[in-house]
């Protein structure tokens, strides 16, 4: 199963560039503070042939032996959309991380072993190592409200397979970018996320399909 980067004609048509730079989502200085979450896989089998596949053909590995579904479809940071309970690596380091430091869903993993700002190679790491050392970002949400005509006026990518959310690749003209001038302090940009639309949460087709039925949207955003 391999992780589809996907633009949606609800938001524009172009073909999508992902930002070479990212906020991880967060809109606050505060939020934005970073912390370092360590683990280690017990059941790890290194690839030792071969080529090293490319990021959309490896993200469910990580999955299956961190205990973490992770989403690399927008910009330079990885998007964590579920974590899972058990005896998973990742669920064992929780059980002990006071919660302010624990891996949560909506997190964002910014840099991978001391690796930042390239998501082909953060996600390497992640496949090719046992030992990961990652530095997370907790975003809070905001909310927007606009009004949609022929388009939102942005560009998004999305995980189609397993994501909750919609990526901001990039923002054009449209009812996002006036909310922007007139909300400067709740601007949307490149690298946010849309995790609920009309206070609606699930999959990107479940976000997707109300945003293209819609035209009063009340959008939150990480």
Known sequence: TTQDRSTT???DAEQVVPPTT????????ETSKEFEVKIS???FIANTGGDVPATATFLNSPAKTLGALLDASTGSTIF??????GDCPVAVYNRTAPPERQLKVSDFIVEVNEHRGNMTVMMQEMHLNRTLTLRVTRALEYEISVRKRNTLGCSITYDANAGISLGIACVLDGPIQ???????????TEGDRIIAVNGVKGSTSDLLEIIKKT?????TLL
């Open 215 to 219: 035209e009063e949207l009340r959008m």
């Open 178 to 188: 006036a909310w922007n001038e007139e909300h400067p302090s709740q601007a949307v």
């Open 41 to 43: 896989r017990t059941d």
């Open 80 to 85: 964590v959309s579920e974590v899972y309970d």
């Open 22 to 29: 990212s906020k991880g989502g967060c809109n606050d200085e």
């Open 9 to 11: 004609p609800a938001c």
